[in-house]
């Protein structure tokens, strides 16, 4: 191997070892047992291999960070979600850069510019919600740098992405509230550009329609899904009839039944309410929500696996089909007439 500069993938081949273990190895890294590092140390010296550290600044290199870009990070359910990324990656020896786009497309647009300028070796993203088109994602694409998507995730094959199924985990609210006898159920939703939304709206019209229930487009209520919004939407319940409210997120079902009781309407007796998420205000609100339970940390763990593997040339992403979790429905005392 005269003349020719060694790298972890010499030293990988020799020991028949991944070159991420040889990588942390050669890191003192926890998740590498003692006699392996010293076997990779031994080997690097004997085969003369040096750190380079000026190369593993640059794009052919690995830079071992991450990049996360989220609409909110106060969200119950993104901080389950970059807990199990954190999780997995920091065992492996990754480090995370975490942003937030506010809901707002300009914003996301600078922070992938910010983690691409910042040469991460792979980027996760959940779209913000008024993100219409993906131009800006195309540098990574272009320059080969893993990109996938999760939760928030473009229309179908556009590019790799984890979710669930929104459609059939609405559907099932929907359904339980009519087995209790709900016949005006309000549907309580967020932008429709965003696949979670539109998707969850297209499984309660399923269930309204299998229940031969008429869907009026006065009992859905677009709005941002925030508490405030979940307080003037239970203003609407009274005018509408409603028997039954589902909403899209637990944070607003939680205000608007809170403010629903507050207004005399009996729950569950008057109106049902369910939401979604399993966040935990669902279980810290009287009474306690009926809410999907939709797997935070396991998509997180999910996500930085496919992304280590793609890394590691154990998986190629691009060829990747969609991954959906399953979810449950958690019926509590909200909706609970039986």
């Known amino acids: 191997m005269k003349g020719k500069e060694i790298t972890i993938y010499d030293i990988a081949t020799k020991l028949g070892l991944s070159p991420s273990t040889v990588s942390r190895g050669l890191k003192g890294h926890y998740t590498v047992s003692q006699k392996t590092q010293r076997k990779i140390a031994s080997t690097a010296e004997s085969m003369g291999y040096r750190f380079n550290t000026f190369a593993a600044s640059l794009r052919s290199s690995r830079t071992n960070t991450i990049g996360v870009v989220v609409p909110r990070l106060n969200s119950y359910f993104m901080s389950q979600v970059i807990a199990g990324i954190e999780k997995v990656l920091s065992e492996a020896g990754y480090n995370l850069l975490i942003s937030q786009s506010l809901e707002d497309v300009n914003k996301e647009i600078r922070n992938v510019k910010t983690m691409f300028n910042s040469r991460v070796d792979a980027l996760l993203v959940s779209l913000a919600s008024d993100t219409k088109e993906l131009s800006h994602f195309d540098v990574f694409t272009e320059r080969g740098v893993p990109l996938l998507f999760f939760d928030r995730i ?14 059939q985990a609405a559907y099932e609210v929907t359904k339980h509230l009519i087995q209790q006898g709900a016949k005006t159920i309000i549907h309580i939703t967020g932008n429709q ?11 309660y019209k399923r269930a309204l329609s299998a229940a031969k229930l008429k869907f009026s487009p006065d009992h859905v209520i677009i ?13 609407k319940l009274k005018a509408l009839k409603a028997d039954a409210v589902f909403v899209a997120n637990d944070s607003c079902a939680a205000s608007c039944m809170k403010e629903a009781k507050r207004l005399g309407l009996r729950v569950p007796d008057d109106v049902m309410f369910a939401g979604f998420n ?34 590691d040339e154990r998986i190629d992403l691009n060829l990747m089909k969609d991954i959906l979790l399953k979810t449950r429905l958690l019926v509590r005392e909200s909706s609970s007439k039986s």
């Open 223 to 235: 709005n941002d899904l925030s508490e405030t919004s979940g307080i003037a939407a239970a203003a």
């Open 193 to 203: 550009l965003r696949n979670v939304y539109a998707d969850r709206l297209k499984g």
């Open 154 to 167: 473009p229309g179908k094959h556009t590019a790799p992405a984890i979710s669930i199924d929104n459609e």
């Open 278 to 311: 399993n966040d935990m205000i669902s279980r810290n609100v009287e009474p306690a929500l009926t809410t999907v339970d939709y797997p935070g940390i396991e998509m997180g763990e999910l996500a930085a696996r496919n992304l280590l593997a793609h890394l």
